[in-house]
């Protein structure tokens, strides 16, 4: 079984998961694998839609979290407790949301802008088709409705890390800017609170 990543494509909405066989968890745990292994940059959260597996993509609705580096991000990748959500879905959630900038796997090189939720619930069932309750907060919240995003197809706002530029449909009803110019005063779209003309980040 041969994994890819789906660059520069959005992903699509996916039909729940009926059947919670041997191939689910075949593929489920392939896919786990290569999130473990993937290094550049390590990842906290997959969607299998955005891989293709034997050149198809993926079309069972799951995803993989690593629940344990969340609260440090310099933990990302060295401790695992990775769990895999069949048919995720966001129950409840607090009424205000914030906007976020995002890293995303989909989109090398450039950021998801979006808006998030800083406290929800999320229900999904495991491999063995149990239904599972889970709580999250600030950044685990925000890589659940990332991931859950993907599955369920919502197109991202995507900003092209080089000029500012906006492109994508929106998220929710919020609707997005044509163009927008990060100003050389402006604080950094990477989130490290330099100035962008000072900010050593990466503008490919």
């Known amino acids: 079984m041969e994994l890819q990543p789906i660059f520069n494509q959005q ?6 998961v009926e059947k919670f066989d041997d191939d689910l968890a075949q593929l489920t745990d392939e896919v786990l ?5 993937f290094n550049n940059p390590p990842l906290v959260g997959i969607a299998a839609n955005q891989l293709a597996c034997n050149g198809e993509r993926i079309s069972k609705k799951f995803c993989c979290i690593n629940l344990n580096p969340l609260t440090d991000p ?5 401790i695992d407790k990775w769990i895999i959500a069949v ?7 607090s009424k205000e949301s914030k906007e976020k900038h995002e890293g995303c796997l989909t ?7 979006a808006d998030r939720n800083d406290y929800i619930e999320v229900e999904y069932y495991n491999v063995q088709g149990e239904l599972q309750k889970h709580y999250a907060l600030g950044f ?3 890589v659940w409705q990332h991931e859950i995003n993907h599955l369920d197809g919502v197109w991202e706002v995507v900003i092209n890390s080089k000029n500012g530029k906006l492109f994508g449909p929106s998220i929710g009803n919020n609707p997005i800017k044509k163009e927008k110019k990060i100003g050389r005063n402006d604080p950094c779209f990477c989130g490290s609170g330099l100035k962008y003309k000072k900010c050593n980040c990466n503008k490919d």
């Open 33 to 37: 694998e290569f999130a473990k292994k």
């Open 11 to 16: 992903t699509n909405l996916l039909d729940l």
């Open 107 to 113: 989109w090398p090189s450039k950021t998801i802008c």
């Open 87 to 93: 048919n995720p879905k966001i129950s409840s959630k």
């Open 74 to 78: 310099t933990l990302r990748g060295h």
């Open 140 to 142: 685990e919240a925000s």
